[in-house]
């Protein structure tokens, strides 16, 4: 969940950088929030974290669960399409 989290927060940041939307920031700012959350969770039941690398990632190769960073790869290509998909 914690992984699923961070993708979601990276690809939103990556789209707030691209397009200049603040409505990115601001869902990836409550992804943060998500993240920290089941952070707490894990250490509290010490879980260890599959988050790799806190930092937001650009290129892939960032997750721990290969299907998310597919499906990062996936999201990525199709919002860097366009802002208006249709």
């Not at 691209?18 to 993240?35: D, K, P, S």
């Amino acid at each position: 969940m914690r992984e699923e989290e961070k993708l979601a927060r990276d690809i939103y940041l990556m789209m707030a950088e691209e397009w200049g939307l603040i409505v990115f920031t601001n869902i990836a700012r409550a992804e943060q929030t998500h993240m920290d959350a089941v952070k707490n969770l894990l250490d509290k039941y010490e879980v260890p974290d599959p988050v790799l690398d806190e930092s937001p990632a650009t290129e892939g190769s960032e997750f721990s669960d290969d299907l998310l960073e597919s499906l990062f790869d996936e999201l990525k290509d199709e919002g860097l399409e366009s802002e208006k998909k249709h």
